[in-house]
């Protein structure tokens, strides 16, 4: 066998290998809100049932109000080409009345998400979330999720 004939192979197990573990996902995926509640970025490791997506384009949150029922979550994605929050925390909005939350519920904000990155939550109170991105709330990004109780279970 020749040199290059060895390095070629040794180039594809490569290849091969890095493919492999780069569909491995990590802990550094996973987040925790500010209400202790883990949220992941770029994975679907949650195990509560996925309600609504909403896409984040320039400075509009798409579509602007969901409704889900408690204990189901919201995906997030980025879909423009600049970075975004997901921010229910009124110590972190610039506008008081931008950020509601329903009495028991606890504040939340995603950090920053890239462009092309998603962020989910998990919602357990029942009530109206309002919600903004802090880099462009004063362009008017706020969104609503709200939150039904949960069906009852049926045997």
Partial sequence: MSNTSRHGGS????IALTSI???????SDRQTSSSGTSVYR??????????A????????FSPRE?????????TWKNAS?????????????????????????????SGEIRPGKSWRQTFTATGTYRYV???HERDGMTGTVVVRPSEPQTR
């Fill in 81 to 109: 080409n600049e970075v975004h929050t997901v921010t229910a925390d009124p110590l972190k909005g610039s506008n008081p009345d931008s950020v509601v939350l329903p009495p028991g519920a606890k504040a939340f904000h």
């Fill in 42 to 51: 770029d994975s679907e490791k949650s195990t509560s049932h996925e309600a």
């Fill in 53 to 60: 997506t909403v896409e984040m384009q320039t400075h509009l």
């Fill in 133 to 135: 991105c802090t880099l």
């Fill in 11 to 14: 180039w594809i197990a490569m």
């Fill in 66 to 74: 969901v409704t889900i029922r408690a204990g189901e979550s919201v």
């Fill in 21 to 27: 573990l780069a569909g491995c996902s990590s802990d």
